[in-house]
């Protein structure tokens, strides 16, 4: 049972490029989140998706968009990466919200 | 808005002493809330909600809505506890996002 599963785990970007993190989950949950997670500030909310087809900003979402493909797949793109942007992404994934979370294994984003 | 407040960066305490992770929050309503924890090289996952008022490895949490807060306890820390935990709060005041905070480092010393 694979769960969530977020591609890619490492990559490193040069500043300006743009890039995709694609999210999937195979636990048919309608809600969708993107968190990063940096050293001393936790884990912060890009942006979420409590059901398919709709999407809403979170804590901080300059410099990132998404889109949920269908109910399996959330994905968010760093249009012009900045070196603020290094950071470790989440995806996560719930039944409905308010209901228990589960998380992807994480992806090491490097903005040089 | 919504706020999540873990006072602690670093927690650090002997093996079989007592613990308490604090999670104070800002929230108008009625909030669910969450502690998650990330073990070394392992997927962040939930340890417990204040809604099911279980006890998860030992571990107990009580929502005191008089002095906003949600703190975590065990009375005797073992050495697999040591982890990073976060407090998380999710309600429909603020369109149910959940939302972590900035999460304390346990380390339990043999």
């Known amino acids: 049972n694979a769960g969530v599963t977020q591609t890619p785990k490492f990559q490193v970007l040069k500043t300006g490029q743009s890039m995709t993190l694609q999210c999937a989950q195979d636990?048919?949950?309608?809600?969708m989140y993107w968190y990063r997670q940096d050293p001393g500030m936790g884990l912060r909310l890009i942006y979420y998706s409590a059901s398919e087809g709709t999407t809403d900003k979170g804590e901080v979402p300059n410099g990132y968009n998404v889109s949920r493909l269908n109910k399996r797949e959330f994905s968010l793109r760093l249009e012009s990466a900045a070196p603020s942007q290094t950071s470790v992404y989440f995806c996560a994934s719930s039944e409905v919200v308010n209901t228990e979370a589960f998380f992807g294994q994480g992806t090491r984003l490097t903005v040089v | 808005a919504q706020r999540v407040t873990q006072p602690e960066k670093l927690l650090s305490v002997f093996k079989g002493a007592p613990v308490e992770l604090k999670c104070n929050y800002s929230y108008s309503g009625s909030p669910e809330l969450f502690w998650y924890v990330q073990y070394s090289r392992q997927r962040l996952q939930l340890l417990l909600r204040h809604i099911s008022r279980e006890s998860i490895k030992g571990f107990t949490a009580d929502l005191n809505k008089g002095e906003t807060s949600f703190h975590l306890k065990k009375p005797f820390a073992q050495e697999e506890d040591s982890a990073m935990y976060y407090c998380?709060?999710?309600?429909?005041?603020?369109?149910?996002?959940?939302?972590f905070g900035a999460g304390t480092i346990l380390r339990v010393k043999s």
């Open positions: 636990m048919n949950h309608n809600s």
């Open positions: 998380a709060l999710s309600g429909p005041g603020y369109g149910n996002k959940l939302v």
